[in-house]
């Protein structure tokens, strides 16, 4: 495939706004990850929780998209002089010939669980100022998104679980790449709600303690929240050394279970094979993978079976997972943009806390961090019911 730039890149979640916190928390190798307090929460476990986005003001103009996760994708765009470098693209290409693809699970639906409580007492009716099409529909942060910088080109939302805000950077590519832009506003926004933190503790995935991926006595996520944005363009012929590049991604869908991974894997390795092929690319020539890690005794198995299986135990990798938490439809974004910092930074992130590796996973797995040349990273995002996918950031060689 033809590469396309990541002109410009920001992430917010529970380890740090921006670029900068979130380099110095992962080289800390410090966690967001704390005792749960959100809302009406009475289940012990820990969260990632993003500071400040109570405090965000949504514009007068834009007041119907009021909601947590709009907020939060706000408090993101502000970072790293994002917004300034959309403005500049914009002036650049024009508003039509910019996309917007987000990934989200929830969107805004924590406002609709605060409308419920305000229910009328007679007639059951949800409040008046709940607004279901700005807030709690899955289209809301994209919308809000190309609302807030007046941009009339294509927007959609990705609702795939955990491999939502990966998967859009496909969407980018084939619109792209059929003329239809000539960049996207990528990434993906999730906030905490409580359909979300009842969700997975009904089914028993839920940790009381910080995540500990591929650890030996794992038992279970820590949810988070974030909100990741990647500036994608066509890649210029006279690109510098330095790009950090879309090379390549894979989607599959192995349709296993419900929620569930195929326990070999064969999803997971579908998919990280599709993006060494689209980037054409041998499993040697990956420096660092980013592993989905969620914590989970079933994904980290199955993800360490099919990643030991492709790459023969000889790459290093890790989960930040144990770091930000789980952030759900944010995931893919989020870990594609640390991925980028991999590649910018030559750091491989080691995982979060220190872990005792389980001896039945034959990978080469980071439990401390490591300064070494990255080129090239792949980035693992699998979601519930099998819809996964991986993608390939660095540069040329």
Do not use: W
């Not at 495939?1 to 921006?18: A, D, K, R, Y």
């Not at 790459?315 to 980028?340: D, F, Y």
């Amino acid at each position: 495939m033809n590469p396309l730039l990541l002109s410009h890149f920001t992430v917010t979640s529970s380890i740090g706004c921006g670029l900068e916190e979130t380099l110095n928390a992962l080289r800390k190798r410090t966690t967001g990850l704390l005792q749960c307090d959100f809302d009406t929460v009475d289940f012990d476990t820990y969260t990632g929780a993003v500071s400040g986005v109570e405090d965000e003001k949504i514009p007068l103009e834009l007041h119907d998209f009021e909601c947590r996760n709009n907020k939060l994708a706000q408090l993101g765009l502000r970072q790293d002089g994002f917004s300034s470098a959309v403005e500049a693209a914009i002036a650049r290409l024009g508003r039509d010939r910019i996309g917007v693809f987000l990934g989200t699970s929830t969107s805004g639906i924590f406002q609709a669980e605060l409308a419920y409580r305000r229910r009328d007492p007679v007639t059951g009716l949800l409040p008046p100022d709940f607004i279901y099409g700005t807030t709690q529909n899955s289209f809301s942060v994209s919308d809000y998104v190309r609302h807030y910088f007046s941009l009339t080109g294509p927007a959609m939302v990705v609702s795939t679980a955990c491999s939502s805000s990966a998967k859009v950077f496909g969407s980018a590519y084939r619109m792209i790449k059929g003329g239809l832009i000539d960049a996207a506003i990528v990434g993906g926004v999730d906030s905490l709600c409580l359909t979300t933190l009842y969700g997975f503790n009904s089914l028993g995935l839920v940790s009381t303690h910080p995540c500990r991926p591929f650890d030996v006595d794992r038992n279970g996520i820590s949810i988070g929240e974030a909100a990741a944005f990647i500036l994608l363009e066509r890649a210029s012929s006279e690109s510098n050394p330095d790009d950090i590049l879309l090379l390549g991604f894979g989607e599959s869908s192995d349709a296993y279970h419900m929620s569930s991974p195929h326990p070999e894997g064969l999803g997971a390795s579908l998919a990280m094979k599709k993006a060494l092929s689209s980037a054409e690319l041998a499993p040697d020539e990956i420096d660092y993978i980013n592993l989905h890690g969620t914590a989970t005794p079933s994904n980290d198995a199955a993800e360490g079976i099919a990643t030991a299986r492709l790459f023969d135990a000889t790459v290093p990798c890790s989960s930040t997972k144990g770091a930000t938490g789980h952030t759900l439809g944010a995931a893919g974004g989020l870990e594609a943009v640390i991925s980028a910092l991999a590649v910018r930074e030559n750091f491989m992130p080691g995982g979060v806390p220190g872990t005792r590796l389980d001896p039945s996973i034959g990978i080469d797995y980071l439990t401390e961090n490591r300064e070494h040349v990255v080129s090239r990273v792949l980035s693992n995002s699998f979601g519930f019911g099998g819809t996964n996918c991986s993608l390939i950031l660095g540069q040329l060689a």
